[in-house]
Nanobody, 114 residues
Framework: QVQLVESGGGLVHPGGSLRLSCTPSEIIDSIYILAWYRQAPAKQREFVAK???????DYADSVKGRFTISRDNTKNTMNLQMNGLQPEDTAVYYC????????WGQGTQVTVSS
């Protein structure tokens, strides 16, 4: 059982930046896929970004050029740097991990508002 702890959410003005972190309870090298999803009010959960253990990265079209996902093996964390945030980025952001099973974090709220 992998536990995922997210941090870094908060309130930011449009155009601002936030950095989300996800710390798994297992060694990050053992996790094949780490990803971020988000769920806005009254909407379905959607894919944001993913990074594999081999370093393959993918982003949703809506965040390309603004968000950057990375893995820090020395700190055993996965990060999501979010720049140029807009009100439509407001959502609960969830960390996701896939090993032989799939795991979800509890979520962290990101609110973009003036």
């Amino acid at each position: 059982q992998v536990q995922l702890v997210e941090s870094g959410g908060g309130l930011v003005h449009p155009g601002g930046s936030l950095r989300l972190s996800c710390t798994p309870s297992e060694i990050i090298d053992s996790i094949y896929i780490l990803a971020w999803y988000r769920q806005a009010p009254a909407k379905q959960r959607e894919f944001v970004a993913k990074i594999t253990s081999g370093g393959v990265i993918d982003y949703a079209d809506s965040v390309k050029g603004r968000f950057t996902i990375s893995r820090d093996n020395t700190k055993n964390t996965m990060n999501l740097q979010m720049n140029g945030l807009q009100p439509e980025d407001t959502a609960v952001y969830y960390c996701f991990a896939r090993t032989a099973y799939e795991y979800w974090g509890q979520g962290t709220q990101v609110t973009v508002s003036s």
